[in-house]
């Protein structure tokens, strides 16, 4: 039996026909089958527009509305039962399907996946664990914006979250774990990271506390786990895409400046497109909500197909190393 992902077909900046794209490729390509939830009419649509569709696994399940971004994802999903996102997550509760992907509000699949769902035991809050480049390996940045206020015993949650994903999902062994605070000393930073640093460096059996970690080391490659409250993780999140953007454009002007300067380019062009490839948030395809009943992933709303897919392989590895399973086995070892 092959593992079902069900995609919320309405959400993004480009649905459906991204995703729709995205969902084909991801087919064919990681041979899972998928749930395209939304409305019937236009999902059809854009899967007539590719050749041998009906030889995959593929399955519209109809959902009439759509929250919208402006809309207020508590309210929103308590009044749209019939919602794409609310459908896509009653998928997963009823076992219809193992995981989901969604690219439209954030809040709106943090709240549907909370309510539908429910947290594992022991899981204070869900949290988002997004991946980022540095000059080594990739790290994790935890909490990435699910929530904006937090205590010391939830940003510990998220490091024992965070290093199960790190270690099932990326295959670091032990990880390495670090606060992300304005300075390295222990003293450093507001009573949340002050205390959660004391509490961190206590629980030492499943990874390694290597303290705090300063913005500028972020991307050093010195920590395999960067835990922090949403608040701090979304904003360096967004600052860190858009100077990713800033100094491609910047390279890409200076580089068309003369004759010589594109001669250089040709001849560097495969290390330019592997820069733009692991600074590409689509080539990582989307965040885990960890610590759910289930497994969620949240693509940016501007996915394009690429990213939907790359968002599908991170659900099925999801599913397929039982992180849910090993965050349950791992707090029991560890609770406070």
Do not use: W
Request: charged residues 25%; positive net charge; aromatic residues 6%.
């Amino acid at each position: 039996m092959s593992i079902k992902i069900a995609i919320d077909a309405m959400g993004g900046d480009y649905a459906p026909e991204e995703l729709v794209k995205g969902a084909i490729d991801a087919a064919r390509e990681y041979k899972v089958a998928i749930q395209l939830v939304g409305k019937v009419d236009k999902i059809k649509e854009e899967l007539n527009k590719y050749n041998n569709v009906n030889k995959l696994d593929i399955e519209i399940i109809k959902a009439n509305s759509i929250i919208e971004m402006d809309e207020s994802p508590g309210s929103a999903i308590r009044r749209k039962k019939d919602a794409s996102i609310v459908v896509t997550v009653d998928q997963v509760a009823k076992g219809n399907a193992q995981g989901l992907v969604a690219a439209g509000s954030t809040g709106a699949a943090m709240a549907a996946s909370l309510f539908g769902l429910g947290r594992l035991p022991g899981i204070d809050r869900p949290a988002i664990a997004a991946v980022l480049p540095t000059t080594d390996k990739p790290a994790v940045l935890i909490d990435a914006g699910a929530n904006s206020s937090c205590n010391p015993k939830m940003l510990y949650q998220f490091a024992i979250m965070g290093s199960i994903f790190s270690s099932a999902i990326m295959g670091i062994k032990n990880p390495r774990v670090g606060v992300l605070n304005i300075g390295g000393e222990s003293g450093k930073g507001n009573l949340l990271t002050q205390n959660a640093y004391k509490l961190l460096s206590k629980q030492t059996d499943q990874y390694k506390f290597v303290g705090n970690i300063e913005g500028r080391e972020l991307f050093a490659g010195d920590c395999d786990v960067v835990v922090c409250d949403g608040f701090v993780g979304n904003v360096t999140l967004k600052v860190a895409e858009g100077v990713a953007r800033m100094v491609i454009k910047k390279l890409k002007d200076e580089l068309s400046n003369s004759i010589l300067t594109k001669l250089g380019a040709f001849i560097a062009k495969k290390a330019f497109m592997n820069l733009k490839k692991n600074s590409d948030y689509e080539e990582y395809g989307g965040a885990l909500l960890l610590g759910i009943k289930g497994v969620c992933v949240i693509a940016h709303g501007g996915s394009h197909a690429n990213a939907v897919k790359n968002a599908v392989r991170v659900a099925k590895e999801a599913i397929e190393k039982d992180m849910n399973g090993k965050i349950s086995e791992m707090y029991e070892l560890n609770k406070i």
